[in-house]
């Protein structure tokens, strides 16, 4: 197997160390923060295994066609406005009181999260439609 040396590599490799090493020492000497240094070494091995497949492959095979960059930007902008549509219904319950169990604390930051989450799921379902659909238009 042959990897590729080229400067993007080399840095984005680098990184990812340079994000696990700053974890590690996060998670080893500051307690406070001890899943801000988790999350740092999960992201920096998530981004390493990311970079070494990448470095397997030849520039050319990670460029992207017209059509797939077309999906993409179709799926995201279809996703942003149903995560803003759902982001709309949140206020509105609190509003009309349809939920009183939701106060402006905790709960609200809790919202946003999933609200977050779902519309990352939405992106993932929106551009495998739309891919599988054929028509990015």
Do not use: H
């Not at 080229?6 to 340079?18: A, M, Q, T």
């Not at 070494?41 to 960059?69: F, H, N």
């Not at 990352?120 to 439609?129: A, K, N, P, S």
Request: glycine share 8%; net charge positive; hydrophobic share 55%.
């Amino acid at each position: 197997m042959r990897f590729r040396k080229d400067k993007d590599i080399i840095k984005f490799i680098g990184i990812s160390l340079g994000a696990i090493l700053a974890g590690i020492i996060i998670f080893l000497f500051i307690k406070p923060f001890s899943t801000i240094g988790f999350l740092l070494i999960m992201g920096g091995l998530i981004g390493l295994v990311a970079g070494l497949i990448a470095a397997t492959k030849s520039k050319e095979d990670l460029i992207e066609d017209e059509r797939s960059v077309r999906v993409r930007e179709k799926a995201g902008y279809s996703a942003f406005i149903a995560t803003l549509m759902i982001a709309a219904i949140f206020p509105l319950l609190q509003l009309l009181k349809i939920s009183p169990s939701l106060t402006p604390s905790r709960e609200v930051v809790q919202v946003v999260r999933d609200i977050w989450i779902i519309g990352l799921w939405i992106f993932i379902v929106f551009r495998w439609y739309y891919n599988k659909k054929g028509d990015a238009k």
